[in-house]
């Protein structure tokens, strides 16, 4: 008889590590979770000393669905026998070296995670009723079948790169030059750039704030280290408790309430609630760029706002030619460096092993997504998704802290039940 899971999911991030931890306190209940990746890491490119999270420590992949549940990141703190010297540190905000190590403490305790193993295609099996997945093995490259009746997407986002920078890939090896890179390859690229005598950052978020303050305190020289970027200032991600209130069940049932026209215009203006720096990091910067003042010192450094880039070419020696625009002054200007690194975040792209059961899905008339209130995306509430709905649910999408939340909801769908108690009206303000 062959096995048909109550659920599988493909790609283990730490919003679907997250669903395989709740899932994994509900008695009879059969899941499996699949990723090519080797072992579970979170961007490993990203983690410098003392970078955190922007969301405190209860955010974390249990917690605001089921404190009661063993893998609470207050339970693996008591574990590594260090839970009294956090409280007494009194920093809420786990380093990102530590929420990794957390969520791989949690993922060495789940038997229902299989890594290494790529998702090829998904079919829709009329005979069983459910979905058959085939996954290949990334060592021995044998495929499997597997059959599920509810599916996770969790497949995480991937690099968003420029336009104007895409056409410098090498046609023999489709790979940039490697004076060009995404700040997910950061820490793999960093040694690399000692040879380099002008680095250049081009974005406005929290990546491109760790990168630079990460520079500033490096041993090695730079002769110059730019960062540009579109937005008319390097601005804080807005953190004030009424604010706060909008990263709730309750903001997300107003927003998902809206036209799609209506969602599109709010979102285009709440780039500080989701895509600022820490408040704490940008004081940093400039602490550091005060210090840095009083010293004799040959190196520069230079911060820009409203700086478009506009396109990118490589010089006979390797250098880089970067052209800009000026969006408030309206003018072009150059500016040559050695290094140019692209903090331009990150982009949701619908995965090819979805084509075979595309009829069965739900689509905008821009392509994206249709997603229903409980992030199912097929009009029988079988297909999940996950970090896929900042379109339809708001900008809570990539949040840590909505992750249990959003699992609560779909482990509930697919038991047609309340098997996590999920909070309500906890909004002193209302939206609507």
Known sequence: MEIIYDLIGIGIGPFNLGLAALAASIPDFNCIFFDQNPEFNWHPGLLMDNTRLQVPFLADLVTLADPSNPFTYVWFLKSMNRLTRFAIHENYYPTRKEYTAYCQWVAAQLNALNFGMHCEEIHYDKRLDCY????????????????????????????????????????????????????????????????????????????????????????????????????????????????????????????????????????????????????????????????????????????????????????????????????????????????????????????????????LIQWTSDGFYQINRNYSIDRNNRIFVQNADLHSHGFNSADLGMGPYRNGIILNSILCGEQFKLEKNIAFQQFG
């Open 132 to 359: 058959q997945i085939r996954v290949v093995n990334g060592y021995t490259r044998e495929s499997k079948l597997f059959h599920g009746k509810h599916l996770a997407i969790g497949i995480g986002t991937t690099p968003n790169i420029p336009d104007c920078v895409k056409d410098l890939k090498k046609q023999d090896s489709n790979a940039f030059p490697p004076n060009i890179f995404h700040s997910s390859e950061y820490l793999f690229r960093k040694p690399a750039l000692r040879l380099n005598t002008s680095i250049t950052i081009v974005g406005s978020g929290q990546s491109a704030a760790e990168i630079f303050y990460d520079l500033l305190q490096s041993q090695f020289e730079i002769e110059t280290l730019n960062w540009f970027t579109r937005t008319d200032r390097f601005y804080p991600m807005e953190y004030s408790k009424l604010t706060l209130e909008m990263s709730s069940p309750d903001y997300i049932e107003y927003f998902y309430s809206l036209s799609a026209e209506k969602k599109a215009g709010i979102l285009a203006g709440q780039a500080m609630l989701y895509k600022g720096i820490n408040f704490g990091l940008i004081n940093a910067i400039y602490d550091e760029l005060y210090r840095l003042s009083l010293e004799d010192r040959k190196s520069k450094e230079s911060l820009q706002s409203n700086c478009e880039l506009k396109s990118v070419s490589v010089n006979p020696d390797g250098s880089l030619d970067l052209r800009f625009y000026h969006t408030q002054m309206e003018k072009p200007f150059k500016n040559q460096t050695d290094t140019l690194i692209l903090a331009t975040g990150y982009e949701y792209g619908v995965p090819s092993f979805l084509e075979p059961v595309k009829e």
